[in-house]
């Protein structure tokens, strides 16, 4: 029963890929077809922007003729392919194993399949060679491991990168003679070889600009005056100890400079604010203390003036208490 289910399998296998290969040739020569013409199409509209001056929308549109450009090329090839492998079914069918001579072909349209939806009939060879040859030949072709045969140049035509500077210009170039017109192509090279600015983390020269003030910011938090109270003199002590602290991490980018070599008018600048912060403070509690006296002297005074109102009130209800007495 084995053996009938080997020979019922192969010729299966052998059927169905014949099937499917001629399907993915004739598919593939209709598509070629139609993208030739619209790659004439999309040249002629890319050398009506050239000669109208409007070069910005031909080097966007030529990324598109290039990508079509690919994507043909790779066609043509994995036509050979497919015609190679349709002569070499039987050859399939009698081998366990993928022949080496074989290899290249069968890897190159296992690659391919899934990145050329518009033939369908690759992916269902994809999963007869899957079937025949295991998951992890398939696996190996699709992820591009090493020594898994798949042709160098069917991987450059399907990539999905932006095409190079040198191919968009060679190819606006070509178009420009295809159409019989002279066009100046500075403007492009220019263009094309200018070097743009990183925008993901921010302008480089604003970022610039926010980072070198920082410096100065906190040195000059040093030299300004202290505010009214205590509260001045110790923010002035804390700043300096922050600058202290501070002062290893630009230690680096700074020459040392030693303390005696600092100019006595920065000393006296420093030490001017903080005499009269401190003349402010003896004035203000001088001050505060003539206040709370005035305001003992002025309560004490109230109460005396309560007590002799008490007073009086007594003596006087006490005679109006004598005479209703007598009465």
Known sequence: ??????????????????TCLNLAI??????????????????????????AGQEAIARIRVEHVIREQNIRAAYEILELF???????????ESQKECPAELREAIASIIFAAPRCSEVPDLLQ??????????????MAASELRPDSGVN??????????????????KVLKEIAQEFSFV??????????????????GGSKQIVAEAILPQAPTKQSSLLSPPSNGDHSTLNTDNKLGSHRREAP????????????????????????????????ITSQSSDVLG?????????????????????????????????????
């Open 82 to 92: 497919c015609e190679f492998v349709l002569v070499r079914v039987p050859i399939l």
């Open 249 to 280: 991490s630009y230690a680096s980018n700074m020459p040392q400079v030693n303390a005696n070599e600092i100019e006595p008018s920065v000393r006296n600048y420093i030490a001017g604010p903080l005499a009269d912060g401190k003349r402010e």
């Open 26 to 51: 004739s598919r593939i020569k209709l598509l070629q077809n139609k993208r030739d013409l619209q790659l004439k199409h999309m040249r002629k509209e890319i050398a009506q922007f050239l000669q």
């Open 291 to 327: 206040r709370a006296q005035a305001a003992i002297a002025s309560a004490e005074r109230a109460t005396l003036a309560a007590r002799a109102a008490a007073e009086l009130v007594n003596v006087q209800f006490g005679s109006f208490k004598l005479g209703e007495g007598k009465s």
């Open 125 to 138: 060879i994809k999963n007869l060679f899957a079937t025949k040859y295991g998951k992890e030949f398939n």
């Open 1 to 18: 029963m084995s053996l009938l289910n080997q020979l019922f399998n192969r010729g299966v296998f052998g059927s169905k890929c014949k």
């Open 183 to 200: 066009w100046d192509s500075s403007n492009t090279e220019a263009e094309l070889w200018k070097m743009h600015e990183d925008l993901l």
């Open 152 to 169: 160098r140049a069917i991987i450059e035509r399907l990539s999905v990168s932006a095409p190079p500077a040198e191919t968009r210009l």
